[in-house]
C-alpha cells in the first residue's frame, strides 16, 4: 500500500509551503523532535487524538489525502491542514468525515507549540468492548500542547540533553482517551567517540475517559483513571548502513484494567540505511 505521496511548494521567500496529496498528520502535527526516538505510540501522537474514529486520524499505518499550509518566521511557526478521514470514519449517512487541525507555535531553545482538532462530522460514540453500540454520536474535538527545552550542552555537540512534555485533551466522548501526558529526555552523543550515540527516558500516561469507565459493563473487570508506562531506549549505528535500537517498555495496568498485571515489551529495532547510488 502506498504510505505518504504529495506535492509541497513554497513561496512568499521561502517562508511558507503548500502541500497536497497523501499524508501522514503526524509528520508535522502534535510531533516533537526531542520524542521521536521513543518507540512507544504515545510519544509519536497523543491516544486521545490517534483513537479517534473506527480507524484513527491519517497516521501510520493508513493515510489519507490532505492540504496542508503552512507558514515560517524566524522565532514562530503556524500550519493548519484539512485532512480526509481514512475509510470507515463515517456519520450516520455514510459520508466520510475530514479533520480540521491547526497548530502554532515558537522556536528556540525552548519551543512550545499548541494545536487544536475537530472532525466535520459528528463521529459514533465509543463503548467499551461486549456493550451494544447504539446510534449516539458527538461531536470529536480536543487540544494540545508541546514544550520542548534544551538542558544540557549544545545542538550538533556531544552531551547535548533535551526535555520535553507533551498533554492533550479531547471530548472523551469518540474515543476511550479523555486526555495524554508525556514526559521524557533525550541525550545525543552520549558516549565519547560515538557521535550517533543516542538514550531516551520517557514517561506516557492515558487517561480513560469518564463516559468510557462509566458506560464498562458491571460483570467487568473495573476501569481506572488511566494506563500509564516507561520507556527506556538506546540507538547507536554500528557500521555504516545499520542502526540498533534496544528498547524496553513496561505497561501498567494496560487498557485500564485494574487487576490486570503489568507488561513487560523488550525489542530490537534495525534500520538498515541503503543507499542505491
Known amino acids: 500500500l502506498l504510505y505518504q505521496a504529495w506535492v509541497q511548494q513554497r513561496f512568499a521567500g521561502d517562508r511558507a509551503s503548500l502541500l497536497i496529496g497523501k499524508y501522514d498528520l503526524n509528520s508535522e502535527f502534535y510531533y516533537n523532535a526531542a520524542a521521536s526516538q521513543l518507540i512507544a505510540p504515545a510519544f509519536g501522537i497523543g491516544s486521545e487524538l490517534a483513537a479517534t474514529g473506527p480507524n484513527g486520524p491519517s497516521i501510520f499505518p493508513q493515510t489519507d489525502l490532505a492540504v496542508r ?27 466520510r468525515s475530514a479533520l ?15 494545536g487544536g482538532w475537530t472532525y466535520s462530522h459528528r463521529q459514533p460514540r465509543t463503548v467499551p468492548p461486549g456493550v451494544i453500540v447504539t446510534a449516539d454520536t458527538a461531536a470529536s474535538h480536543g487540544v494540545y500542547a508541546l514544550v520542548e527545552r534544551d538542558l544540557v550542552g549544545q545542538a550538533d555537540r556531544p552531551g547535548h540533553w533535551i526535555g520535553f512534555m507533551r498533554v492533550g485533551f479531547s471530548d472523551g466522548l469518540t474515543t476511550p482517551f479523555g486526555d495524554g501526558l508525556q514526559l521524557g529526555v533525550v541525550g545525543h552523543a552520549i558516549l565519547s567517540g560515538r557521535p550517533d550515540s543516542h538514550l531516551s527516558i520517557g514517561f506516557a500516561t492515558a487517561g480513560i475517559s469518564t463516559a468510557y469507565r462509566q458506560s464498562n459493563p458491571p460483570d467487568e473487570a473495573p476501569l481506572v483513571k488511566s494506563e500509564t508506562m516507561v520507556e527506556l531506549t538506546y540507538s547507536d549505528r554500528v557500521t555504516p548502513f545499520l542502526t540498533l535500537q534496544p528498547d524496553v517498555q513496561y505497561v501498567h495496568r494496560p487498557s485500564g484494567l485494574r487487576d490486570a498485571p503489568g507488561v513487560l515489551v523488550v525489542g530490537l529495532r534495525a534500520i538498515v540505511d541503503w543507499k542505491v547510488f
Open 69 to 95: 499550509l503552512r507558514l515560517d518566521g524566524k522565532h514562530h511557526y503556524a500550519q493548519a491542514a484539512i485532512v480526509r478521514a481514512p475509510r470507515g470514519t463515517t456519520d450516520q449517512g455514510g459520508r
Open 100 to 114: 480540521f487541525i491547526a497548530e502554532f507555535g515558537v522556536k528556540g531553545r525552548t519551543a512550545i507549540g499548541v
